[in-house]
């Protein structure tokens, strides 16, 4: 089984990827006085006979739920969380385990992070995309009404565990939504995943192991890389932004209720390859190869707003600093760059371009 | 003027002791495009207009308020607070100033360690207890309704600033809550202190600026030693705890209604000190000593409680792993460690003997 070693100026872990790995759960974890689960009562409802097979009778974990959905990760979730931990008698030698998808885990990473100033936590995602993506790199946080991720932490797991039966479960939508973040991840650092799938649409959409093994290892294996260069966002990082800024901005704009994050993201990576297309950063020929890529793990939900609102939304982007605007572009299919002069014109021109998509799909 | 420098595994900074610093505040301040002040309505009346001034015209910081007590040291006003700075505009180069007593700055230090992951901010103490305690070492927090502080980060100032001027408006009471804290400093590992406190206790009671001066600058000596060897309190830094097992069970017992944090420290060190007697750890006449300078910095507020309760309240304490109880048991004048040991039988007679002292008060 792939174990993918993150090594960061402040933490080391593995990152284990593969079938299996839930039935064994119990024995990979440290040895622990108190063992808290956080995860939401879909994923427990499918998976908890499973997990709770790998724990000694006399040893059963404590459950703590977050409910599904976007406006459910905020900070009033994350006290009574603290609560509940604090009365069942947490202190700072319990072990969290983040069991779900990535709302869990930046929910479940959070609050490790601030609970008696911070205790050890484990990722296992049960989502695609919290697989090749949210789990990895000690990102964690909640969001506020003005904004997403606004509130966090980096703070690392002791380990994540990436198993791919879980996604068997997974509705066809989430499995696409996930593998968008995977063709960005081709698309800004390593050609070889995006060439694989590009080639292999088929494989994946059915959830052949080996081709989603690969194609999550792959990612992992990129965002442990760059993490390992950069992990806390000063420079190299911010490419795995790519198609974010306007991603996000169509995420506030819909409300968060329209679109997966992985799908506004496909959309923003439209755009985004649109303004290198203009610039020539990027090769018309490329661009288009990429969104070709992207349709083929489509459709693309369709949704409803202006450039305007787009535009507005954009200027509240985490990445920008004293009013510069940061923005992520592609060079060529595995290579991408981080610029700060981006002109409101060109991005206006980009999302339009992106809307007439939108608006034909 | 004595710099004192804080010098731990993630982090190394200056804390700057003494008179005349509030009037030269802007231009010790990193250059940044927006700074914010986190401050309390009271503190606020008494010091902004010299706050300002030391701010050119053009480029005035904006300043958000917390209420003045520990009901609004909580979550939700960490997220009111985080949303006017979003709705503000800080990015992640602005810097926050939180200038006022504990609670602004444990606030103060928590809203920027999590606000998009981290942002740089400056303590600026204007209490005896925020100068010589809580403004330096990095711990940030806020309360959950089921205890204090269980909700924190570890988030190192980039700079401390106590300016002893702001002590003349402190009332005497808080005056003395303070104090007691830095008797805690001397008698755990600075027998000097301990005895320049003992001899001077007019001159510190009256503000004189030199002896003040002396007792502050000794006091953040001792932590920023302590904290530079065990950032994390994974060992010595327990020690700072000397009488807060009791202590914070008395303000848990009383609702944080009754007494101040000092206060509440000094009848904790009071059983500590009874508890290290009967043991032999410390000497019956060093620890009269120790009792005796406490009282000389009173009178102590009574309050009403039982032993039962306090008992209890002991039990959540976040020094606990395992189920293990840690208690910081004072050795001599200057010297003190931390024992696992401690029976709910020593524990209790401890409690009783201060109570005594509380009904004879």
């Known amino acids: 089984m792939p174990a993918i070693q993150v090594k960061t100026a402040s933490a080391k872990y593995p990152v284990l990827v593969g079938s299996g790995i839930l039935p064994t759960l119990y024995r990979r974890l440290p040895k622990r006085n ?17 997990f709770l097979a790998s724990f000694p009778k006399d040893i059963q974990p404590s459950v703590l739920f977050l409910p599904a959905g976007e406006q459910h990760k905020r900070l009033i979730h994350v006290e009574r969380l603290a609560s509940e931990l ?26 490790a992070a601030i609970y008696m100033r911070g205790i050890d936590y484990i990722q296992m995602p049960s989502t695609l995309l919290a697989q090749v993506d949210s789990s990895v790199g000690g990102k964690t946080g909640a969001n506020l009404a ?23 479960t997974l509705s066809t939508r989430e499995l696409r939504a996930g593998l968008f973040e995977s063709i960005k991840a081709g698309v800004i650092r390593d050609a070889r995943l995006f060439r694989f799938m590009e080639q292999n649409v088929a494989a994946i959409l059915k959830r052949e192991g080996k081709a989603l093994e690969y194609v ?9 890389n760059v993490v390992g260069i950069d992990e806390r966002e ?26 997966l994050h992985g799908e506004a993201i496909a959309w923003g990576m439209i755009a985004a390859l649109h303004l290198g297309r203009t610039r020539g950063t ?28 787009l535009l507005e939304a954009t200027s509240h982007d985490k990445k920008n600093r004293e ?31 992106m809307l007439a998509k939108v608006r034909k799909s």
Chains 1, 2 share one sequence.
């Not at 604090?86 to 959070?110: E, Q, Y």
């Not at 018309?284 to 939900?301: M, T």
């Not at 060529?332 to 610029?339: C, E, F, L, P, Y």
């Open 86 to 111: 604090a009365s069942a008698g947490a202190d700072r030698s319990s072990l969290l385990v983040a069991f779900g998808g990535g709302i869990i885990g930046d929910m479940g990473g959070f609050l």
């Open 146 to 168: 003005v904004g997403k991720n606004l509130i966090g932490s980096f703070h690392h797991p002791l380990a994540v565990y990436a198993d791919i039966d879980l996604l068997q």
């Open 216 to 224: 999550i290892a792959a990612s992992i294996r990129m965002k442990a």
């Open 34 to 50: 108190h063992v808290f689960v956080l995860t939401s009562p879909e994923i427990w409802a499918l998976w908890s006979k499973r």
């Open 282 to 309: 990027i090769s018309p020929a490329q661009a288009d190869r990429v969104e070709c890529a992207i349709f083929s793990y489509g459709p693309l939900p369709v949704f409803n707003t202006t450039t305007a609102k």
């Open 234 to 259: 000063s420079g190299l990082r911010m490419i795995l932004n790519f198609g974010h800024t306007i991603g996000h901005a169509i995420e506030a704009a819909t409300h968060y209720r329209k679109l």
């Open 323 to 353: 009013g510069k605007r940061r923005f992520v572009l592609p060079n060529s299919i595995g290579n991408a760059s981080v610029v700060e002069d981006v002109t409101d014109a060109e991005l206006t021109a980009a999302i339009d371009w």
